[in-house]
């Protein structure tokens, strides 16, 4: 399986994106995969790659076609996903574990995200777990 980082650098449609932009984008998605679970600001990226922010917003915006934000977004969720369903630690532990201020906020993020509240996905994959096992 790809990782996210291969397929946002492999999906580099646009040219016109410098070499530069290209540098940062990509050190953008490194850091990303270092510190998505501690919900970072998009300051603190830009002050690891030693840019303002908007410049690390228009350079991952021209390279990825997607803003940082959406970008943050996507791994944080991604990893919720696999946590609510691999896991049986409480709601509120993770919505901690993940930076999350509160539980209500740590619902509104999934549900936003994926449709499902992070109690009805477990029980989807515990259905589904119960239905693989017979």
Known sequence: MKSLHNIYLGNQQDPTPNYSQNQIASQFITLVER???EQKPLAFYAKQIDIQEKDLIKSVQNCLHKAPRKILNEYLVK????QIGATDLPMKELSLQYGFNSHAQFTRFVKSTTGLTPSRYRALKYIEYLADSE
Not at 79 to 82: D, S, T
Request: proline share 0%; net charge neutral; aromatic share 14%.
């Open 35 to 37: 510190h998505f679970r």
């Open 79 to 82: 990893e919720l996903i696999v």
